[in-house]
T-cell receptor, first 111, second 115 residues
């Protein structure tokens, strides 16, 4: 069965600093990979997705993610975070089954 | 973001009440989903409808009853719920066919509290 691991439950970053959120997936082949963001009391908004081709994917709000097959990873990055980026971030994968989510990483931004 | 809408946004109900959650998608998709999001747990897929037919039911208790009258609307009928059913209920839709990437788009959710 496929699974998604987000090893960091909570990350705190200073405003303006760079950010990297980790995601590892478990699946025999290359799955479809997604990052979603959830602000408090809101639904999930799609940030970006990877299906094939260029392993560096650009998303909305200045986010990017890099697919690394050798590490089974799909880490999310942003060069300079803004206070409005404070939210919960979910990595998800879909092989030939349903969409599987990680447990999420809560991002706190400090001044 | 008005692609997927959900009503009500907040709902408080007693254990003996009957209520319904509504989801509507304006994206022309052919598949719709119900998820349950509880604190400190991964998202749980409850139901999947594709072309208005239920294709997956992940052993959800019968006190939750879905209905999909057409490809744009999805309901979740609730009756005799338990306090542990309190959660955020999320609806999503996607275009589920071989030519698409089946990306799911989510609504804002209904925050349900069962007293």
């Amino acid at each position: 069965a496929q699974s998604v691991t987000q090893p960091d439950i909570h990350i705190t970053v200073s405003e303006g600093a760079s950010l990297e959120l980790r995601c590892n997936y478990s699946y025999g082949a290359t799955p479809y990979l997604f990052w979603y963001v959830q602000s408090p009391g809101q639904g999930l908004q799609l940030l970006l997705k990877y299906f094939s081709g260029d392993t560096l994917v650009q998303g909305i709000k200045g986010f990017e993610a890099e697919f690394k097959r050798s590490q089974s990873s799909f880490n999310l990055r942003k060069p300079s975070v803004h206070w409005s980026d404070a939210a919960e971030y979910f990595c998800a994968s879909r092989g030939n089954e349903k969409l599987t989510f990680g447990t999420g990483t809560r991002l706190t931004i400090i001044p | 973001e008005t692609g997927v809408t959900q009503t009500p946004r907040h709902l408080v109900m007693g254990m003996t009440n009957k209520k319904s959650l509504k989801c509507e998608q304006h994206l022309g998709h052919n598949a719709m989903y119900w998820y349950k999001q509880s604190a400190k747990k991964p998202l749980e897929l409850m139901f999947v409808y594709s072309l208005e037919e239920r294709v997956e039911n992940n052993s959800v208790p019968s006190r939750f009853s879905p209905e999909c009258p057409n490809s744009s609307h999805l309901f979740l009928h609730l009756h005799t719920l338990q306090p542990e059913d309190s959660a955020l209920y999320l609806c999503a839709s996607s275009q589920a066919d071989r030519a698409s990437t089946d990306t799911q788009y989510f609504g804002p959710g209904t925050r349900l509290t069962v007293l």
